[in-house]
């Protein structure tokens, strides 16, 4: 595993304590209203796409981390595994979910699920081990089974991300510590082509302010009938204020 990887998973496991107060805007993510406004908007965009998505039956979450999505999931689907290769991270998790604790990179599911979920880890995910990643991803869905992702939209860039290049960047902690970890930010469009050739058919968007690239699909060939409708294009709408760091 690389030095850029092992340290990815330490800062993960660090801001574990912290990391929940990004998604709900709070401390050093507090926004001003009208940006907080926005970023709920999207948030709410997002949760309904994957209400809608009916998750249902088995899931699979890989690195769920502390369980902001996870907690979705349990009330959707009739079951869920969550990954994650931080045990400070799953001890903030819910245990309406089977928490596994393992490394994506090295992890072999020994079944297979309806649907592979996993958000806000896809950009975190080096280009060397990109295939791998969708191989697991591949290997942990049954014949027809459907994929739900969740990111940071292309346009994002980190509050506390600085020195970006090469697909990484330095992250701090509250406290000050800093780390170098792998962060890129995908184009819908450019994420679904780039996935097609690993077997895959996705129907990816931004969310209406920008925030979040989400979306879904299956493996190609093998669920034709259960494919989700084309998105419609992304509505226009700025992004100021937005913030930043999943
Ligand atoms: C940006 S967080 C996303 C957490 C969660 N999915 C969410 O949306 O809130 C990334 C997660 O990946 C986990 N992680 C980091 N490296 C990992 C690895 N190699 N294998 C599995 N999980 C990893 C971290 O512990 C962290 O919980």
């Keep these: 595993m690389s030095d850029v990887l092992r340290e990815q998973k330490r800062y993960y496991a660090e801001r574990a304590p912290e990391y929940d107060d990004w ?11 009208e940006a907080l406004a926005r970023w709920r908007a ?11 998505f009916a998750p249902g039956g088995s899931v699979l979450e890989l690195a769920a981390g502390t ?20 045990a400070e991270t799953l001890a903030l998790n819910t245990s309406d979910a089977e928490l596994v604790r393992a490394d994506v990179f090295e992890w072999e599911p020994a079944e297979r699920f309806d649907l592979v979920f996993f958000s806000f880890w896809l950009s975190h995910v080096p280009e060397e081990r990109f ?3 969708w191989s697991l991803v591949r290997a942990a869905l049954v014949p027809r089974g459907r994929v739900f992702l969740v990111d940071s939209g292309a346009g994002d860039t980190a509050h506390t991300g600085t020195d970006q290049a090469d697909g990484e960047e330095t992250r701090s902690l509250a406290g000050g510590r ?15 082509e780039r996935v097609r ?11 209406a302010n920008g ?3 989400y979306g879904a699909g299956s493996v190609v ?26």
């Design 221 to 246: 060939g093998e669920a034709d009938d259960a494919r989700p409708e084309t998105p419609a294009p992304p509505a226009p709408g700025g992004a100021e204020g937005r913030s930043r760091d999943g």
């Design 211 to 213: 925030h979040f690239l």
């Design 131 to 133: 295939d791998e990643f």
């Design 23 to 33: 998604w709900y805007r709070r401390g050093r993510y507090e926004l001003e209203p």
């Design 42 to 52: 999207d948030v709410a965009e997002t949760e309904a796409a994957l209400e809608g």
């Design 67 to 86: 369980g902001i999505w996870t907690r979705r999931l349990v009330g959707l689907a009739d079951r869920v595994v969550a990954v994650d290769a931080n």
């Design 197 to 207: 050739p690993l077997g895959f058919e996705l129907a990816l968007r931004d969310s």
């Design 178 to 192: 800093t780390f170098r970890i792998v962060k890129r930010r995908w184009r819908h469009d450019e994420l679904a």
